[in-house]
Structure formats: C-alpha cells, structure tokens
C-alpha cells in the first residue's frame, strides 16, 4: 500500500515539472527543511534520519505554529532568502500547511475569514506561489519537496485541510518548476469523505493514524506518509 502511495508522490511531482531531467540533485546533497512543530518533531528527526541514510546533509528550521495564513507571527517568505545567503542548499522541504486551518491576516484589522472560501484560496495560492518562487529560485533550477498537511477529525479542520491540499497541489502543478508534492491528506480520507483514523503502514499491518489528542499524527504515521517519501523522491532526483 506505502509502495503504491509513493509511487503516486513521484508521478504527481514529475508530472509539475517541464521535463523529468530538471529533477537533479547532486548526490549527497545538502538539504534545508523549514516548517512548523511537526518538522521540529517527530518528522525533522525522521527526516534526518531518513535523509542521512540516503547520503544527505540535512538542517531544519521549525517554527512552531507558524505557516502562511499569520504573517503578522511568522513570515517564511522573508526568511528562505535568509537560509539561501548562509548556507546554500542544494533543494528545500516545505512542510507548511497545518497551522493555517484559520482566517488568513491581510493587514491590521483586515482578514479573510475561512467562510469566505473563494477569497480564501485566491490569496492562499499567492503566498504558496511566493513560497514556491522563494525557494525553488528565480530559475527554478533548486528542487522543493513540500510535505502537505495532514487532516484532522474535527468537520471544520477536515474542510479546511481538504481545500489547503488542493489550492497547494493546484499551485504546485502550475508552477513548472522541480517542485514535488507529499500528499498526507488524501492517503487518509476515505471515499466517503471521512478521516481515516488507521492506515496500513509499510510493513502490511494496520496503525493508528492519530495521538490521544485526535489532532496530532503518530510517529508511525508521519514517517510512513511523509519521511520516507521524502526521502525516496530526493533520492530519485540523484538518478536523474
């Protein structure tokens, strides 16, 4: 089942880029991943271990709470040139998304607010667009992997996950460049719209998809459906 999911991953980023060649990444290279408290733990560490074992340099940046709806807390898109001036990196992982289930902060006193749904993924789209520019290059030459948010129980939560994993893999699939996209939602909704509170992991058993808390994933969960994938697709990209 893992097999199947990670194949999807990879033909849905290779299918967003202009040809499958642009997907180079020098062998051992250095890998910058920012994010929010899922990237600083558990998937930061099983990135690194995922990543290391492939041969990669790893370094993260997370920021917890952080995503793009509250620039007014953090501001990504003024950081990435940042972490490009000091240390270079050879490709990006994005993992942003799950905190931004709210109204998205304009300006002082001006929001667009989650009922607002058209408005809402307009402007949503542009600063998943800045992201993508930011960290990708004005060439798009810098392979990105973004790791989607994954869902949870709650209707509402549920709603805005859905809508955020489209409006990022729309943006992702227009964007042209070597941007491939983890899909952690899908994976775990079923036909009938409901989340998945098990899924069948790597070894052919079936695992719970949520902690105690029924918001935050378990560690199995995030390796199986973000790390590994990660780490499978960076280290396709050394092939090609």
Known sequence: MLRTVVTCLIAVGLASTASAARCKLPAGGFI???GSSTLGSPLGEL????LKRRGFKFRKWAKASSGLARPDYFHWPSKVPEVIREWKPDAFVVNLGTNDFQAIFLAKGKWIRPEQEDAWRVEYAKRVDEMLALTAGPDKSRLVVWVGPSPFPDAKAKRMSVMINEVIKERIKAFGGPVFYVDATDPLITSGGEVRRE??????????VFRKDNIHTTVEAVRDLMAEPTGDILLDCTKG
């Open 47 to 50: 990135l690194d271990k995922a």
């Open 32 to 34: 910058y991943a920012i």
């Open 199 to 208: 899924f069948k992991g790597a070894d052919g058993t079936l695992k719970p």
